[in-house]
C-alpha cells in the first residue's frame, strides 16, 4: 500500500505539474509555499429561486486536512460544495482558489478537485473499470496506463477483484468505495465528498468510516466533506463547520464544538440533551453563575463574546453527565427531583426525572441505583456549559 | 396404495393443466394470436394479392406473375430505391436537427412554461390533417409563390426558381415538419430520464462537455435515439401526401404510387408495391438490429436509467 500513498500524497499537494499547470506556473501573491491554505474561499453568497442559501460565508482548509461541513439539509453545505467543485456558479464570491490560484471563473471541469456524489453517480453503462478509468481517460491517458492507475485505486478501496463488473452487479458498499476510486483516480488536490455514507446502512457507515479515515491518512489529501451526522463528524474530522441556514453557526476541532456548544442550536445539534433558559448573574473568570428558575446553577462560559450579567442565555448539560445521589457532594449543581419511569437501553439506562425546573433524563450506566422516590439530580460545574441564547 | 397413487397423478395432470391456462400463461400466446391475426393475416393477403389480375375492372382469381413481371419490366422498382434513398436521407436529416433540439429541451431549457409551449407546438403535425398542413407549401414554393414573389421583387433573380416546387427538394422539404416530432419525442424523453448527476460526474472528473456528449449523453440516450430513427424511417416509406402533392408526378415514391394503383382499381399493382415497401422495411430493420444488436444491452440500458 506504501506506493500508492506516496503516488497520491504527491498530488494532493497540488505539486505535481501534470494534471494542474495552472498551479504550478502561476502561483498568486500571498500564496506561501508552506502552510498556505490549499482551498480558500471568501465572501460567497448563492441565491435559488430567491431563497438565500449561502449568506457570506467564508471558510478555508489547510493541506492534507480533514474538513467537516455539518448541517441539516437546507443549510447550505451542500450548496458550499457545489461551489468549490464548480458544478455551481456563486451569485456573489469575493474569492475562490485552489491551490493559492483564483478558480472563481475556471469551469468545473478544469477545476483540481473531484466529488464523490450522495447516489455515487456510477456511469451505468460502462464496468467498474470504465468507471474509475473515466477521469483518466478524458485528461487523454493511455488504455495501458490508465488500467494500472485504476487498479491502484481499486486495490487502496479492496475492489481490484471487480475491475470488469458492471455497476449493477454491485452492493450498496460496493458502489460507495467504486465511486471514491474514480474520484481518487484523477489524483486531485482536494477531495470533495458529499453525504458519502449516508445511503448505506448502519453497520457499513461505521466501517466505511473507519476506511475512509484510513484512507484520509495514508494519502495525505485535503478531504471536504458534508454530512447531515453529528456522529460522522466528530470521529472523522480534523475540524468542524457547523452550518445553518446558510450561515456558519461554528467551527473549531470536534471535541471543542461537542464540549464548548457557543449557543443553543450547536449544542442542541452537538445532541446535548437538556436545554433551559436562565439569567446570567454573573461571569468570573471562566465560570458563568445564573439562575433557572428557583435554582442557581454554576457552570463553564462556552458563548462567544461576553455578555453582562442579566443577559438571557442557556444552561445544558448531558443526560450521561448527570448523577443520583441521596446527598449530593460539595461545590456541584444540584437539583431535588421525584424519579419517573425507567427505559433500558442494554448499555445504560435512561432514567427520566421531575425537578422544579422540569424534566430530567439521567443517563445510569451503572443499572443498580438508588430506586427511591426522592433523589437529588447533581452534576459538575465543570460538566455545566453555559452559552448564548 | 395403487388407487392413491393414480388418484395423485391425475390430480397433478390437473394442476399441471390449469397452471398452464393461467392468465399469466395465456397472455403471451393471445398476443400472438391477435398479433397474427391483425397484422401478419393482412399482410399475407396483400402479397397473395400481388398473384392475381385485373381484367375489365374486376379482380380474376388466377395465379400469375404478370404484375411482377411488368413492375420489374417497367423499371418502377427503381421507385423501391428512390423511397429507400428518400426516406434514409430523411432520417439522418432529422435526427442531426432533432438531436441538438432534443438535448437543449431536456437539459437547457430551463423555463419550464417555455418548455411546454414547445411540447405542445410540436404536437401540431399530429393533429392538423398532412394535406392541408402540406398543400399550403404549393403557395409559398410555387413560380408565383411568395419566396419567388420576394426573390424576383428584390432583383436577385430574373427569372422564378422553378426547382422550389414539384421536385424532389419540395418532397423533402415538406417532410421535414411531419417528421421531426416522431425523431425529437423519443430522444428527448431518453435525455430528460438522464440524471443530470451524471452529468455533474462528468464534468466533475474533469471531461469537457464534448467529451461529456460522447461518453455520457450520446450512449444514455442511444435507445431512445434508436426508437426515433425507427419512428421516423418507417412512416417515410410509406410517405405518400408529399410526393403527391409537392412533387407534382416528377416524384414517383412507393407510397404514392400504391395510392395512384389503388385509385386506378389496379389492385394487384398496389398489392405488389406495399409488398416491396413491407420487405424493404423489414430487411431495414433486420439490418438496423443486427448493427446494433452487439454495441447495446436494451434491458440493462433501461433498468439502469433509475437509480
Known amino acids: 500500500m506504501a506506493f500508492s500513498a506516496t503516488t497520491y500524497a504527491e498530488r494532493a499537494t497540488g505539486r505535481s505539474a501534470e494534471s494542474q499547470p495552472e498551479v504550478a506556473a502561476e502561483p498568486l501573491a500571498g500564496a506561501d509555499a508552506a502552510g498556505s491554505p490549499i482551498l480558500e474561499v471568501i465572501d460567497a453568497t448563492h441565491v435559488y429561486d430567491g431563497i438565500v442559501a449561502l449568506d457570506n460565508v467564508t471558510v478555508t482548509a489547510a493541506a492534507g486536512e480533514f474538513l467537516t461541513i455539518l448541517g441539516e439539509s437546507g443549510s447550505g453545505k451542500t450548496t458550499l460544495l457545489r461551489l468549490i467543485s464548480g458544478l455551481e456558479k456563486p451569485y456573489r464570491i469575493g474569492a475562490l482558489r485552489l491551490g493559492g490560484v483564483d478558480v472563481s471563473s475556471v469551469p468545473a471541469f478544469q477545476r483540481n478537485c473531484t466529488t464523490v456524489f450522495q447516489h455515487y453517480a456510477l456511469f451505468p453503462h460502462m464496468t467498474v473499470g470504465e468507471n474509475v478509468e473515466y477521469g483518466l481517460k478524458v485528461r487523454g491517458v493511455k488504455p495501458s496506463a490508465r488500467r494500472g492507475r485504476a487498479l491502484e485505486a481499486l486495490r487502496l478501496v479492496r475492489l481490484d477483484e471487480k475491475y470488469d463488473r458492471r455497476i449493477h452487479q454491485l452492493s450498496g458498499g460496493e458502489r460507495q468505495r467504486v465511486a471514491l476510486a474514480r474520484a481518487l483516480v484523477p489524483r486531485p488536490a482536494i477531495l470533495l465528498l458529499d453525504e458519502p455514507i449516508g445511503a448505506l446502512d448502519e453497520k457499513l457507515r461505521v466501517d466505511m468510516q473507519v476506511e475512509l479515515k484510513e484512507i484520509h491518512m495514508r494519502l495525505g489529501m485535503t478531504f471536504v466533506y458534508i454530512t447531515h451526522s453529528q456522529e460522522e463528524a466528530l470521529t472523522m474530522s480534523d475540524r468542524i463547520i457547523l452550518m445553518s441556514r446558510g450561515r456558519i453557526v461554528q467551527e473549531g476541532p470536534p471535541a471543542e464544538i461537542f464540549d464548548h456548544p457557543a449557543n443553543r442550536f450547536v449544542a442542541s445539534f452537538m445532541g446535548v440533551e437538556h436545554l433551559l433558559d436562565a439569567e446570567l448573574l454573573a461571569i468570573e473568570g471562566a465560570m458563568a453563575t445564573c439562575r433557572v428558575g428557583p435554582a442557581t446553577l454554576v457552570g463553564k462560559w462556552s458563548g462567544t463574546e461576553r455578555p453582562a450579567a442579566g443577559a438571557e442565555v442557556v444552561v445544558g448539560v448531558r443526560a450521561e453527565r448527570l448523577h443520583l445521589a441521596d446527598e449530593a457532594p460539595e461545590g456541584v449543581n444540584m437539583l431535588p427531583c421525584r424519579l419517573g419511569s425507567a427505559i433500558y437501553k442494554g448499555k445504560y439506562l435512561d432514567r427520566t426525572a421531575d425537578a422544579a425546573i422540569g424534566d430530567l433524563k439521567i443517563r445510569l450506566w451503572d443499572s443498580h441505583h438508588t430506586s427511591e422516590n426522592e433523589a437529588i439530580a447533581w452534576w459538575k460545574h465543570q460538566d455545566c456549559m453555559v452559552m448564548s441564547a | 396404495m395403487i388407487a392413491a397413487s393414480a388418484r395423485t397423478r391425475s390430480h397433478t395432470r390437473l394442476a399441471a393443466i390449469a397452471a398452464r391456462l393461467s392468465p399469466a400463461r395465456l397472455s403471451v400466446p393471445t398476443f400472438l394470436a391477435a398479433w397474427v391475426f391483425f397484422v401478419i393475416l393482412p399482410l399475407l393477403v396483400i402479397v397473395v394479392f400481388s398473384f392475381f389480375q385485373v381484367r375489365s375492372y374486376r379482380l380474376v ?106 421536385s424532389e427538394f419540395a418532397v423533402h422539404f415538406g417532410m421535414l415538419g411531419t417528421s421531426f416530432p416522431t425523431m425529437v419525442f423519443p430522444i428527448f424523453i431518453i435525455i430528460s430520464l438522464i440524471d443530470d448527476s451524471y452529468l455533474a460526474a462528468s464534468d466533475d472528473l474533469g471531461a469537457s ?86 454495441r447495446l444491452d436494451l434491458s440493462t440500458i433501461f433498468s439502469t436509467l433509475r437509480q
Open chain 2, 61 to 166: 382469381y388466377e395465379l400469375s406473375f404478370d404484375t411482377w413481371q411488368s413492375l420489374i419490366e417497367s423499371g418502377r422498382w427503381m421507385i423501391a430505391l428512390r423511397t429507400l434513398r428518400v426516406a434514409v436521407t430523411m432520417t439522418v436529416i432529422e435526427l442531426l436537427l432533432a438531436f441538438p433540439f432534443a438535448l437543449w429541451l431536456a437539459k437547457g431549457c430551463r423555463s419550464k412554461s417555455a418548455k411546454a409551449v414547445i411540447i405542445t407546438l410540436l404536437t401540431i403535425p399530429f393533429f392538423l390533417d398532412a394535406a392541408s398542413r402540406i398543400i399550403i407549401w404549393r403557395a409559398i414554393l410555387g413560380t408565383n409563390g411568395m419566396i419567388n414573389t420576394a426573390l424576383m421583387a428584390s432583383g436577385l433573380v430574373d427569372q422564378p426558381v422553378s426547382w422550389l416546387l414539384y
Open chain 2, 209 to 294: 462537455p464534448v467529451q461529456t456528449l460522447i461518453y455520457v449523453t450520446l450512449p444514455m440516450a442511444l435507445p431512445g435515439i434508436l426508437a426515433g430513427i425507427i419512428f421516423t424511417f418507417v412512416p417515410l416509406m410509406a410517405a405518400y401526401i408529399e410526393p403527391q402533392l409537392l412533387g407534382g408526378g416528377f416524384v414517383d415514391l412507393l407510397g404514392n404510387s400504391v395510392d395512384s394503383a389503388l385509385q386506378q382499381l389496379r389492385y394487384p399493382m398496389a398489392a405488389a408495391l406495399s409488398t416491396v415497401v413491407v420487405a424493404l422495411l423489414g430487411l431495414c430493420l433486420t439490418a438496423f438490429t443486427l448493427l446494433t444488436r452487439n
